[in-house]
Every structure is written in structure tokens, then in C-alpha cells.
């Protein structure tokens, strides 16, 4: 949660001091002692058993003091349970202020009463105290914003000439809005997780009766009397058990017979919180054209500042350091991308194997033979050895040639000069007579041709898958036709 602290000075109506008459606020004139104060002002008490009770919300407290060479001891108690028990006395000096007297932290974030006691043996004193505060969740950003009493979102009421300016160095950016007019009131709208109301306390001042959402509380004007004063810049109101939504808060002067009539209001500071991984949700801050302050605040004093300029609440070392790392990683990334493109680009590449040149392998030799043998080799001296089917695939058996042709014994010696045994005048004895006579002729016209062996044929390669049939033809003739005889 964001965490920050408030200042409540000894003249705050948020300190209740008893007994009546127990408690003094000495004037700044009266010593330089009580001009080193905080604030110009302190309360004092030598009564025994006499308190001062601080309410208030948040998770701490310390409580401030000065120590004098003739004062007495106290104790502090939390919630009605004892946690400091000291000793005011200063045995070194006269006098020191601004001395811490106690403290309590740890403390639940909520509603809390400490309350500070005179003990006995001499006087002591109280100067301011210090609370520790929360809002919002774990992971939240604080952001503090400061309507000053001219900011226009501050609405008077009944109207803006029952109220007042003054205007002084003291006040918060030089100027305080005042009446004395009864049931005079001052009101903001605001969005904000806690708020926080400051003004002057003096004397002559009112009862003041302040409503948030409803919810009301009357303070007794004069810090319940005890202001010998005036007393600029004092915490009137605190409360942060708000949720970050819209509110208004209202400022009523509640008039007696046994107060002052005036009521005053100098500032009213809101405390609103963001998320830190909500970086486009930027913090809730109103414009003003009386200068409002807002700043960020996670921890120290909380108090009006009299600057007149309202700077954002989101840090801006925080998104110098968001761009700067942002830049860092791209500039690493792109260095990175362009040694890996120019990587790939330099490296050898591989031809690669385009499945579309991948085709079945094909038979060295043309498949329109029907046999193959070896070169330089004849018919009859060789075999034929079957082609493998180098593709793998099965081929059509080539075509088978014509057989041969052949005649009859009979007829055989006819194969040479057909012209002349188709003749019948011819005599078988080969005479020419008569053209008959070449029928009886028996003798041979040529010398017989000597016949080679027959060479074995081989069976057919059927198994090779050319499927040629190869049919065995008859025989050549033994004899060859008679010789033809001439006559002389």
C-alpha cells in the first residue's frame, strides 16, 4: 500500500487535551524558547495524570516534545496499551526541542487513540505529531493533490460575498478564505482515497461541523479552547477510510454563545492512488487557477506547500528509466536480427533435388529390336542373353519378325530360274529339243553348294519378356535343279 505521513501540530483540533485548564499554549512572545518550536506554539501541562489523546487512522505515531533540565517523566500508551515510559528531564542542557518522546509503528491500518500522560515529578510538553498513513492496494502509486482556497472546484455558500480573503505569507499560497457569516459553508467534489483539511485555529473561531459522504463530525473551535493564538497552517481534519471514488466534503461554521463566529479554510489536500501496471491510467489531478499543488508522496511530512505550480504525480525519473530501458532492449534486438539475416545470407547453399527431375530410368538400348547381342558378333556364333528391364517397370514384348518362307521338296528346285521350270517344254533331261525335255533332266546346272551343319537353335527367351516366337522352317532342298544342256 502507499504509504505517507501527516503532521498534526499541538493546536490541531485532532488533539484533545484534559482536564480543562490542565494545559496551557504559552504565546511565541513570551520566550525564544517557544519561537524554536514547531509551528511557533507548543502545549504544556505539570499536572500529574494530566493527557493529551490523539485519534487518529493509519499504521504509526510519534510524538514530539522538548526536553528541559526541570521536567518530569510521561509514558505513552497505543490503543490502552503502555509502550513508552520516559523521561523528560535534560541533564546536559537547559533546554532542547524537537525531541522524540516516543513512537509506535506496525500498528493495523485503521482507527487508533495514543494517548500521552504527565506522570509526576515536573512539567512536560507536547510540540507536534507525526502519523503514519496508507491507502490503496500493494502495488499502488500515491499521488497528493492540493486545492488551495481560490481554486475554482472549491464552492462557497450562501454566496461568495459572505466570505472573505486574506492574504499573508503564512497561509498557504499567500491567501485564506474566511466568514463569520452562521451556517456558512465550503465544499469540494473530489476522487480520492483520503483527504485532508487545513486552516488557522485562534480564540475568536467557531465550532466547525465537516461531512464527508454523509458521515459528519463537530470539532470545538480553538483546539477545544486552549489557543491563546492564531495559529496558520494547522491540520483541522483526516480521514482515509475512503475508497478511490467520487466524494464531496463539506465545512459548516456551527456559531455559539460560547465560541467565536468565524470558520476559515486554507487548503484541502487529496490523497488518490493508481496502480503501477496501469501506466496509461495517469493520476487524478485538478486544474486550479488559484495554484493547487499535487505531488508524489510515499513517505515523510504531509503539509500544504505555498508553491503555486501543481506538477503531476506520476515520477518522472521512473518513466525516463521505463524509456531508456525500452530503447536499450530494441536496439539489442534489432543488432541481433541483423547479424542472424546477414548469417543466412553468407552461408553456402546446397543445390537441391527438384522431384520433378527424378524420372524412371530407361533401357540403354532402343527397345524397337527384337534381340540384342554383343557388338561384333554374327547370327549363329553368339547367344542371346535376355535384356533386363534396367527401369524396373515391365516392357511390351517386341514385335516378332516374319518367318521365312519356305517351299516343298518338290517344288525345291525351282528356287533358281523360276521362269525357266515353269515352262513344260522344257525335257527333264535338260535337253533343249523340246522345251520339256528340262523336266527330265536330271543332271545339276551348278556345282551342288556344300551345306553347313545345322546350327541348334535355342529355345525361345520367353523368359527375357521380349515373347518373340521364333518358327522353325523347313529344310533347304538337297539337290539343286538339273543343269540346262544346250545343243551344239
Given at each position: 500500500m502507499a504509504s505517507f505521513n501527516l503532521k498534526i501540530e499541538d493546536s490541531s483540533p485532532l488533539i484533545s487535551?484534559?482536564?480543562?485548564?490542565?494545559?496551557?499554549?504559552?504565546?511565541?512572545?513570551?520566550?525564544?524558547?517557544?519561537?524554536?518550536?514547531?509551528?511557533?506554539s507548543l502545549h504544556t501541562t505539570s499536572a500529574q495524570g494530566a493527557t493529551a489523546t490523539i485519534n487518529f487512522n493509519g499504521t504509526g505515531i510519534s510524538i514530539f516534545g522538548g526536553r528541559r533540565s526541570n521536567y518530569g517523566t510521561f509514558t505513552i500508551a497505543v490503543d490502552g496499551q503502555t509502550f513508552t515510559r520516559g523521561d523528560a528531564r535534560n541533564t546536559e542542557q537547559e533546554f532542547s526541542v524537537n525531541q522524540l518522546l516516543g513512537s509506535a509503528s506496525g500498528l493495523i491500518n485503521g482507527p487508533h487513540s495514543a494517548v500521552l500522560s504527565n506522570t509526576g515529578g515536573g512539567p512536560i510538553d507536547i510540540d507536534w505529531v507525526d502519523v503514519t498513513s496508507q491507502v490503496g492496494s500493494p502495488t499502488s502509486k500515491l499521488s497528493v493533490t492540493t486545492f488551495d482556497d481560490t481554486d475554482a472546484s472549491v464552492q462557497y455558500s450562501p454566496s461568495t460575498s459572505a466570505w472573505g480573503i486574506n492574504t499573508n505569507q503564512a497561509f498557504v499560497n499567500n491567501t485564506l478564505h474566511f466568514?463569520?457569516?452562521?451556517?456558512?459553508?465550503?465544499?469540494?467534489?473530489?476522487?480520492?482515497?483520503?483527504?485532508?483539511?487545513?486552516?488557522?485555529?485562534?480564540?475568536?473561531?467557531?465550532?466547525?461541523?465537516?461531512?464527508?459522504?454523509?458521515?459528519?463530525?463537530?470539532f470545538t473551535g480553538g483546539a477545544n479552547g486552549f489557543v491563546s493564538g492564531l495559529r496558520p497552517q494547522v491540520l483541522l481534519y483526516y480521514e482515509n477510510n475512503l475508497v478511490s471514488a467520487p466524494h464531496v466534503i463539506t465545512m459548516t461554521s456551527v456559531a455559539q454563545e460560547t465560541t467565536g463566529a468565524f470558520m476559515d479554510i486554507d487548503a484541502i489536500t487529496v490523497y488518490s492512488t493508481n496502480t503501477v501496471s496501469d501506466p496509461d491510467n495517469p493520476s487524478s489531478t485538478s486544474g486550479s487557477s488559484g495554484g493547487s499543488n499535487s505531488g508524489d508522496s510515499t513517505s515523510g511530512e504531509s503539509k500544504p506547500s505555498p508553491a503555486a505550480s501543481r506538477t503531476s504525480g506520476t515520477s518522472k525519473s521512473a518513466i525516463i528509466g521505463g524509456a531508456v530501458a525500452g530503447a536499450v532492449v530494441l536496439i539489442l534486438l534489432l543488432i541481433y536480427v541483423f547479424f542472424v539475416f546477414r548469417r543466412r545470407r553468407n552461408r553456402p547453399r546446397t543445390p537441391g533435388i527438384d522431384k520433378r527431375d527424378i524420372r524412371p530410368q530407361l533401357s540403354p538400348k532402343?527397345?524397337?529390336?527384337?534381340?540384342?547381342?554383343?557388338?561384333?558378333?554374327?547370327a549363329g556364333f553368339s547367344r542371346v542373353t535376355p535384356i533386363a528391364n534396367v527401369s524396373g517397370y515391365p516392357s511390351p514384348a517386341p514385335p516378332a519378325p516374319p518367318a521365312p518362307v519356305f517351299r516343298s521338296d518338290s517344288i525345291a528346285r525351282h528356287s533358281i530360274a523360276p521362269s525357266y521350270y515353269s515352262d513344260p517344254s522344257y525335257a527333264s533331261d535338260g535337253g533343249v529339243q523340246s522345251r520339256t525335255s528340262s523336266l527330265r533332266s536330271s543332271t545339276a546346272l551348278v556345282p551342288p553348294v556344300p551345306r553347313s551343319p545345322a546350327s541348334p537353335r535355342l529355345a525361345s527367351p520367353r523368359g527375357s519378356g521380349l515373347m518373340m516366337n521364333v518358327t522353325r522352317g523347313p529344310r533347304r532342298p538337297s539337290r539343286r535343279p538339273p543343269p540346262l544342256e544346250f545343243e551344239q
Amino acid at each position: 500500500m502507499a504509504s505517507f505521513n501527516l503532521k498534526i501540530e499541538d493546536s490541531s483540533p485532532l488533539i484533545s487535551y484534559a482536564p480543562d485548564g490542565a494545559w496551557t499554549d504559552p504565546p511565541s512572545t513570551d520566550s525564544p524558547v517557544v519561537a524554536s518550536y514547531s509551528g511557533r506554539s507548543l502545549h504544556t501541562t505539570s499536572a500529574q495524570g494530566a493527557t493529551a489523546t490523539i485519534n487518529f487512522n493509519g499504521t504509526g505515531i510519534s510524538i514530539f516534545g522538548g526536553r528541559r533540565s526541570n521536567y518530569g517523566t510521561f509514558t505513552i500508551a497505543v490503543d490502552g496499551q503502555t509502550f513508552t515510559r520516559g523521561d523528560a528531564r535534560n541533564t546536559e542542557q537547559e533546554f532542547s526541542v524537537n525531541q522524540l518522546l516516543g513512537s509506535a509503528s506496525g500498528l493495523i491500518n485503521g482507527p487508533h487513540s495514543a494517548v500521552l500522560s504527565n506522570t509526576g515529578g515536573g512539567p512536560i510538553d507536547i510540540d507536534w505529531v507525526d502519523v503514519t498513513s496508507q491507502v490503496g492496494s500493494p502495488t499502488s502509486k500515491l499521488s497528493v493533490t492540493t486545492f488551495d482556497d481560490t481554486d475554482a472546484s472549491v464552492q462557497y455558500s450562501p454566496s461568495t460575498s459572505a466570505w472573505g480573503i486574506n492574504t499573508n505569507q503564512a497561509f498557504v499560497n499567500n491567501t485564506l478564505h474566511f466568514t463569520s457569516t452562521p451556517g456558512a459553508s465550503a465544499s469540494l467534489s473530489f476522487v480520492g482515497d483520503a483527504v485532508a483539511v487545513y486552516g488557522t485555529m485562534a480564540p475568536d473561531h467557531a465550532n466547525v461541523q465537516i461531512m464527508v459522504d454523509g458521515r459528519s463530525r463537530i470539532f470545538t473551535g480553538g483546539a477545544n479552547g486552549f489557543v491563546s493564538g492564531l495559529r496558520p497552517q494547522v491540520l483541522l481534519y483526516y480521514e482515509n477510510n475512503l475508497v478511490s471514488a467520487p466524494h464531496v466534503i463539506t465545512m459548516t461554521s456551527v456559531a455559539q454563545e460560547t465560541t467565536g463566529a468565524f470558520m476559515d479554510i486554507d487548503a484541502i489536500t487529496v490523497y488518490s492512488t493508481n496502480t503501477v501496471s496501469d501506466p496509461d491510467n495517469p493520476s487524478s489531478t485538478s486544474g486550479s487557477s488559484g495554484g493547487s499543488n499535487s505531488g508524489d508522496s510515499t513517505s515523510g511530512e504531509s503539509k500544504p506547500s505555498p508553491a503555486a505550480s501543481r506538477t503531476s504525480g506520476t515520477s518522472k525519473s521512473a518513466i525516463i528509466g521505463g524509456a531508456v530501458a525500452g530503447a536499450v532492449v530494441l536496439i539489442l534486438l534489432l543488432i541481433y536480427v541483423f547479424f542472424v539475416f546477414r548469417r543466412r545470407r553468407n552461408r553456402p547453399r546446397t543445390p537441391g533435388i527438384d522431384k520433378r527431375d527424378i524420372r524412371p530410368q530407361l533401357s540403354p538400348k532402343t527397345p524397337d529390336l527384337p534381340m540384342q547381342g554383343e557388338s561384333m558378333m554374327e547370327a549363329g556364333f553368339s547367344r542371346v542373353t535376355p535384356i533386363a528391364n534396367v527401369s524396373g517397370y515391365p516392357s511390351p514384348a517386341p514385335p516378332a519378325p516374319p518367318a521365312p518362307v519356305f517351299r516343298s521338296d518338290s517344288i525345291a528346285r525351282h528356287s533358281i530360274a523360276p521362269s525357266y521350270y515353269s515352262d513344260p517344254s522344257y525335257a527333264s533331261d535338260g535337253g533343249v529339243q523340246s522345251r520339256t525335255s528340262s523336266l527330265r533332266s536330271s543332271t545339276a546346272l551348278v556345282p551342288p553348294v556344300p551345306r553347313s551343319p545345322a546350327s541348334p537353335r535355342l529355345a525361345s527367351p520367353r523368359g527375357s519378356g521380349l515373347m518373340m516366337n521364333v518358327t522353325r522352317g523347313p529344310r533347304r532342298p538337297s539337290r539343286r535343279p538339273p543343269p540346262l544342256e544346250f545343243e551344239q
